[in-house]
């Protein structure tokens, strides 16, 4: 009898659309999908921050490039000190595989001592703790100093082991008070070894001595004298899927031929009345040599950048090179290809970018064609058509295509690519004539980008 009750219940809750809490749920907005992966390959959506290769987005701690050994698809620690990401990270799930070396004369922490340090600061102990003893909160799998790990499931040195981290940022008030703790659970071999244990000071040995303001830090791995070994490292943003907090853009504008003024002008207004964004922007024009309004840069998520040939003193420049630098994200339109001074345009254009602009066509009618159909950016985009085509040249060979421009004479060129670098992803379009901006389609192509490049959730942010 109770058993019905409990079940008509339930149906009644599931025909209302409410949620077993109660909570009206609006049933219409699908999970993302992602790709699981297969034979221990990283999901479709994780960021790989190393998969063998080599250390790219990864720096000394102390500056200057990771110096550890790469050999045999491993990155072995090698007595150059702590290695961090280029990029930092709020809440995360983190995959990573460990191997101590096989046992020698040393044990206790001597023995295999690595770590691996959340957001600089919370370290999650690498430790050869098979069948060596030594503090319970010194153990592989313990928060350092904090939390010993439930049970010790280390396998034999030498054997390849895992960790699989969910971590939660504490949340902090512009003082570094902790307001709310976050949170770290851990599975060592598949076993769960910390279960949701709050988080709320840095451990011992950190870089980093109070929680960060912002929620954020990068990956560290440590340098404790031991030849631990690496692979198949990779991570997803937890925050940035559900995230409904704004998405902050910052717009450099200077492109007075195509003038990209006017045109973001009213496409910023798009943006604010229909998502939840934070837009701070800096207008220039052709050529300048000095960009009001650059500090918001420092904090933006995500650079939307319509500007020419700007020649900026080095401080300036080195403001923005650090958004590159850091992975973030930037979506670059038509002048773009050519924002900078030539010498640093040869790494904007190219390696960031991934382009490599040779000039444009004349006036005539340009046909756009998407020609990659299932890519996010291209999302509910129609046929576009444009005029005054750039000639895209070569473009890095990790670019992705999305769109094609054709005009007379059977002659075409890349318009629109995908391309990632230090980990961030860029995206470029040679559209962007004034006329570009009043097509439905181009704006829903710009927008998509925004949201991709960011990671975030384009309905999540939607008023
Ligand atoms: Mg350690």
Do not use: C
């Amino acid at each position: 009898m109770w058993q019905s009750k409990h079940y008509a219940t339930l149906a009644l809750l599931i025909g209302l659309g409410l949620s077993s809490n109660g909570i009206a749920q609006d049933n219409s907005q699908h999970p993302t999908a992602v790709d699981p992966g297969s034979n221990n390959a990283p999901p479709s959506d994780a960021l790989v921050l190393f998969d063998g290769t080599d250390l790219s987005l990864w720096q000394s701690s102390g500056g200057g490039p990771a110096k550890w050994a790469v050999r045999s698809g491993k990155a072995v620690v090698n007595g150059t000190g702590n290695i961090m990401t280029k990029r930092k990270f709020g809440d995360v799930q983190l995959h990573l595989e460990w191997a101590t070396p096989k046992k020698g004369e040393d044990d206790g922490q001597s023995r295999g001592n690595s770590g691996v340090y959340l957001q600089g600061r919370y370290e999650v102990q690498i430790l050869d703790s098979y069948r060596n003893p030594t503090y319970s909160d010194g153990q592989a799998g313990a928060l350092y100093g904090h939390f010993p790990p439930l049970v010790n499931a280390s396998r034999k040195p030498g054997k390849w082991q895992t960790y699989d981290i969910i971590f939660h940022a504490p949340a902090v008030s512009d003082d570094s008070e902790v307001n709310k703790p976050g949170s770290l659970t851990v599975w060592h071999n598949g076993v769960l070894v910390q279960d949701h244990v709050p988080v709320k000071t840095p451990t011992r040995a950190a870089s980093f001595g109070k929680p960060a303001v912002d929620g954020t830090g990068p990956l560290m791995l440590q340098d404790h004298g031991s030849a631990v070994r690496y692979r198949n490292i990779w991570v997803r943003e937890l925050d940035r899927h559900r995230s409904t907090k704004p998405l902050n853009i910052h717009i450099i504008s200077g492109s007075n031929e195509y003038e990209s003024e006017s045109s973001l002008e009213q496409y910023q207004r798009y943006l604010k009345e229909r998502f939840n964004v934070s837009i701070t922007a800096s207008w220039v024009e052709d050529g300048a040599e000095d960009l009001p309004g650059i500090d918001p840069i420092r904090k933006a998520d995500l650079l939307l950048v319509f500007t020419r040939r700007m020649k900026l003193p080095k401080q300036q420049m080195e403001i923005i090179e650090d958004h590159w630098q850091q992975g973030k994200p930037i979506v670059g339109i038509r002048t773009a290809s050519h924002a900078f001074r030539r010498d640093t345009n040869q790494i904007f254009d190219h390696k960031v970018l991934g382009g490599n602009y040779q000039g444009h066509y004349g006036d005539e009618p340009v046909e756009v064609r998407n020609v990659a159909g299932d890519h996010p950016v291209l999302d509910g985009v129609g046929e576009i058509t444009s005029k005054k085509l750039y000639k895209a040249g070569k473009l890095a060979e990790d670019s992705v295509l999305l769109q094609t421009g054709h005009i007379e004479d059977n002659r075409s060129d890349p318009v629109t690519w995908a391309h990632h670098y230090n980990g961030g992803r860029m995206v470029y379009t040679s559209l962007g004539v004034p006329a570009d901006f009043e097509d439905d389609d181009f704006v829903r192509m710009i927008t998509n980008a925004i949201f991709w490049a960011a990671h975030r959730d384009r309905q999540a942010l939607t008023k």
